[in-house]
């Protein structure tokens, strides 16, 4: 019996998920191909993408919800691509005392 064995790059482990998580360090420019629920999704990756490190499967608008492991985990500061990732830099908790969402039914 011979065994197939393949490398993930990334996992996500809900079908709302609309960021994955590197299981390694992932370089820009690299074509991660996901399965989510039914679906295979191919994403390139715009920024190198450190081991542990979200990165967005689709385009996540500012002030929309970012969604890891099923679960809300922040808001989108600002427009955010797929491919690009997903940190402070771009991420606010729901509970930021200046988000950058107020004023746009956010609150």
Do not use: W
């Not at 890891?68 to 509970?95: F, M, P, Q, W």
Request: some cysteine; overall charge positive.
């Amino acid at each position: 019996m011979q065994l197939e064995s393949t490398v993930r790059e990334a996992i996500i482990l809900n079908p709302s998920d609309n960021v994955a998580v590197a299981l390694r360090d992932l370089k820009s420019g690299s074509l991660i191909t996901l399965n989510v629920g039914s679906l295979r999704l191919t994403v390139k990756l715009i920024d190198d993408i450190p081991f542990g490190h979200k990165f967005a499967l689709k385009d996540i608008p500012k002030c929309s919800l970012v969604v890891k492991y099923g679960h809300v985990i922040g808001r989108a500061k600002r427009d955010i691509k797929a491919g690009e990732h997903v940190h402070v830099h771009n991420l606010e908790s729901l509970t930021s005392v200046h988000s950058v969402c107020k004023g746009e039914g956010h609150e």
